[in-house]
């Protein structure tokens, strides 16, 4: 008789979900232990455990939600493991060719523009800091960039079927002219312009770029297998996953 294998619980950004799979993976046939992962907006997340959840570790898509954990004492502090960044995802019709245009379409009045929800999700955020960053050179513009953004995804948590990655209310809003553009994480939009032959994948500016940095924390009472899989993480095949997957290492050498 075989015994079953201990276990760990992530709760995870939804930015992770297509990531995760593989570093679990190499994680358990490693270790033999097992990871039971939860994912969602990180806000939502967050509040899920101030609401009395216990995972066991928490990955978040930001370093804010973590440290709030770490304030109030229900985690260890947030530490950094991983960097994404944001892009603006455009379907042919907003008649964007290039980074460089890319402001003055977004405060078109004829563009729609598409985020996620701040507060809830990291990805809404970051897309109001680069508003912000938006305002230092038109000033304004954030106040237009405010009043129009839809928050399109991200205030509630995706259905345990969801599919990966859960692009999909994204690129259907995209075709059926909901939004013209959508600001989001790099890692997800790629991958669901590599699929749609009307959506393209527009770099910020340097003066508009932003973050994103991902922060893990072992919440109170962890199991200490957590701790290992959060030191796998920041090991170099867990950093080289993360690579392959499209983040940005943190600890991997130059």
């Known amino acids: 008789m075989t015994?079953?294998?201990?276990?760990?619980?992530?709760?995870?950004?939804?930015?992770?979900?297509?990531?995760?799979?593989?570093?679990?993976?190499?994680?358990?046939?490693?270790?033999?232990?097992?990871?039971?992962?939860?994912?969602?907006?990180?806000?939502?997340?967050?509040?899920?455990?101030?609401?009395?959840?216990?995972?066991?570790?928490?990955?978040?898509?930001?370093?804010?939600?973590?440290a709030r954990l770490a304030a109030a004492g229900l985690a260890e502090p947030a530490v950094l493991f991983a960097r994404n960044a944001m892009v603006a995802m455009a379907h042919r019709r907003a008649g964007i060719s290039g980074s460089a245009e890319l402001l003055d379409r977004m405060l078109d009045p004829t563009i729609r523009l598409g985020t996620s929800t701040p507060l809830k999700d990291p990805s809404g955020d970051y897309a109001w800091a680069i508003?912000?960053?938006?305002?230092?050179?038109?000033?304004?513009?954030?106040?237009?960039?405010?009043?129009?953004?839809?928050?399109?995804?991200?205030?509630?948590?995706?259905?345990?079927?969801?599919?990966?990655?859960?692009?999909?209310?994204?690129?259907?809003?995209?075709?059926?002219?909901?939004a013209d553009i959508f600001l989001g994480y790099a890692t997800g939009l790629r991958l669901l312009a590599a699929e749609h032959a009307n959506l393209t994948v527009i770099d910020l500016p340097a003066e508009l770029m932003v973050g994103p940095e991902y922060g893990l924390a072992l919440l109170a009472g962890a199991a200490p297998d957590a701790a290992r899989f959060a030191l796998f993480l920041l090991s170099l095949d867990g950093q080289a996953l993360l690579r392959e997957a499209g983040f940005t290492p943190v600890a991997l050498p130059a």
């Open 3 to 66: 015994t079953a294998p201990d276990r760990i619980s992530v709760y995870a950004a939804g930015s992770l979900r297509v990531a995760l799979p593989a570093l679990a993976a190499a994680f358990t046939a490693a270790t033999g232990v097992a990871v039971e992962t939860r994912h969602g907006p990180a806000g939502l997340l967050r509040e899920r455990i101030e609401a009395g959840d216990r995972p066991d570790l928490f990955l978040s898509a930001d370093l804010g939600h973590p």
């Open 131 to 178: 508003f912000r960053r938006a305002d230092r050179l038109r000033p304004g513009a954030f106040a237009t960039l405010d009043a129009k953004a839809l928050k399109l995804v991200g205030g509630t948590e995706p259905p345990p079927n969801a599919p990966t990655p859960p692009y999909s209310p994204i690129a259907q809003a995209l075709a059926e002219g909901e």
